[in-house]
């Protein structure tokens, strides 16, 4: 469901820009943002840039996943 917000216009251009480079509409880089700080909110001790990653590894396709394999231990 959409509903129309109004947002500063300096951070709807902020948007717009951002959202050309990510291949995303303006309001679905709002949303992206929205995503990213809400969990970083709620993981304060986690980087940004981790939470970021984290959830853009979460949107990815399943399928095509090289599964875990870890090294063996040495003796």
Known sequence: ????V???????EQARAEALVEHRTIAGQIEYWATIGRASLDN???PVS???????????????????VP?????
């Open 1 to 4: 469901m959409g509903m129309p």
């Open 6 to 12: 109004r947002i500063d216009d300096t951070l709807y």
């Open 44 to 46: 304060p001790d986690l």
């Open 50 to 68: 981790f939470v970021a990653e984290a959830l853009a590894s979460m949107r990815e396709p399943r399928d095509q996943a090289t599964p875990f």
């Open 71 to 75: 090294r063996k231990r040495r003796a």
